[in-house]
């Protein structure tokens, strides 16, 4: 019996979340992803299914992908989506976690094939489920694939985790005076380009009423906290989106 405000989430995590500064792929990282979703699992009984994305590894749009064709690239890129999958496996279990790879993509050897049903199943046996290797399909983002897997699993949010602590109107990085947001309707993000997920993949959720919260994924425990309710991050979702925070009600509520 789930103990959180969700019973079933999909959790997106892009490549870039698998990686530091020196690495590709930190082991570091993936144990405290791993250790996170440890928490909400096994002590709360929420049932996740994750995607992952390959672009610290390969991405068919990166410079590295320049002047290959497009859906080559794209599908190397999906192979790099198996390799952090496996990785994230491989960390989960030494967690105590019961996951099982399913991919887009056959390859038997290392992983099962995406079929809804079975993946439905693991879920509700308290497996974690890691969907690799996008929709199997060149031209269409992990984004995208975030998308439908959730839709297709009756997930009931996807938790978007990222370097920063929800969506902003411009970028923290490089603006000081950036605001974020408590909470944004698809419309919204999707007219103002606000990098939450790509349009194709923000217009799916809107046509079902999918609510996305983007957080920040590195902070220990935050995962433990979207999923039971506490207010971090940016909610995206059906209705109209409230004003932004400004600074100092972002501190309050830190």
């Given at each position: 019996?789930?103990?959180?405000?969700?019973?079933?989430?999909?959790?997106?995590?892009?490549?870039?979340?698998?990686?530091?500064?020196?690495?590709?792929?930190?082991?570091?990282?993936?144990?405290?992803?791993?250790?996170?979703?440890a928490?909400?699992?096994?002590?709360?009984?929420?049932?996740?299914?994750?995607?992952?994305?390959?672009?610290?590894?390969?991405?068919?749009?990166?410079?590295?992908?320049?002047?290959?064709?497009?859906?080559?690239?794209?599908?190397?890129?999906?192979?790099?989506?198996?390799?952090?999958?496996?990785?994230?496996?491989?960390a989960?279990?030494?967690?105590g976690?019961?996951?099982r790879?399913?991919?887009?993509?056959?390859?038997?050897?290392?992983?099962?094939?995406?079929?809804?049903?079975?993946?439905?199943?693991?879920?509700?046996?308290?497996?974690?489920?890691?969907?690799?290797?996008?929709?199997?399909?060149?031209?269409?983002?992990?984004?995208?694939?975030?998308?439908?897997?959730?839709?297709?699993?009756d997930?009931?949010?996807?938790?978007?985790?990222?370097?920063?602590?929800?969506?902003?109107?411009?970028?923290?990085?490089?603006?000081?005076?950036?605001?974020r947001?408590?909470?944004?309707?698809?419309?919204?993000?999707?007219?103002?380009?606000l990098?939450v997920?790509?349009?194709?993949?923000?217009?799916?959720?809107?046509?079902?009423?999918?609510?996305?919260?983007?957080?920040?994924?590195?902070?220990?425990?935050?995962?433990?906290?979207v999923?039971?309710?506490?207010?971090?991050?940016?909610?995206?979702h059906?209705?109209?989106a409230?004003?932004?925070?400004?600074?100092?009600?972002?501190?309050?509520?830190?």
């Amino acid at each position: 019996m789930s103990a959180g405000k969700y019973h079933r989430v999909l959790l997106k995590l892009s490549g870039e979340a698998f990686a530091d500064s020196d690495n590709s792929l930190s082991p570091w990282i993936t144990a405290s992803i791993a250790g996170q979703l440890a928490d909400v699992v096994g002590d709360l009984g929420i049932e996740v299914g994750v995607v992952v994305g390959g672009g610290n590894i390969f991405r068919g749009t990166s410079p590295q992908a320049s002047g290959m064709d497009r859906s080559s690239a794209d599908n190397m890129g999906m192979l790099a989506t198996v390799i952090n999958a496996l990785a994230l496996q491989d960390a989960c279990e030494k967690q105590g976690l019961q996951t099982r790879v399913q991919s887009a993509v056959s390859m038997q050897e290392l992983c099962e094939p995406y079929i809804r049903r079975r993946a439905v199943r693991h879920l509700e046996k308290g497996r974690v489920v890691i969907f690799a290797a996008g929709l199997g399909a060149p031209y269409f983002s992990t984004d995208t694939a975030a998308a439908q897997r959730a839709l297709e699993i009756d997930a009931e949010a996807i938790l978007k985790g990222t370097k920063v602590d929800g969506v902003y109107d411009k970028d923290p990085h490089r603006h000081d005076d950036a605001t974020r947001f408590s909470e944004i309707s698809h419309l919204e993000a999707l007219s103002k380009g606000l990098g939450v997920m790509d349009a194709t993949a923000i217009s799916l959720c809107m046509d079902h009423a999918m609510p996305i919260v983007v957080f920040e994924l590195l902070v220990e425990g935050n995962i433990r906290r979207v999923v039971t309710g506490e207010p971090i991050g940016t909610l995206v979702h059906a209705g109209d989106a409230p004003p932004v925070i400004g600074p100092q009600a972002q501190e309050e509520i830190r």
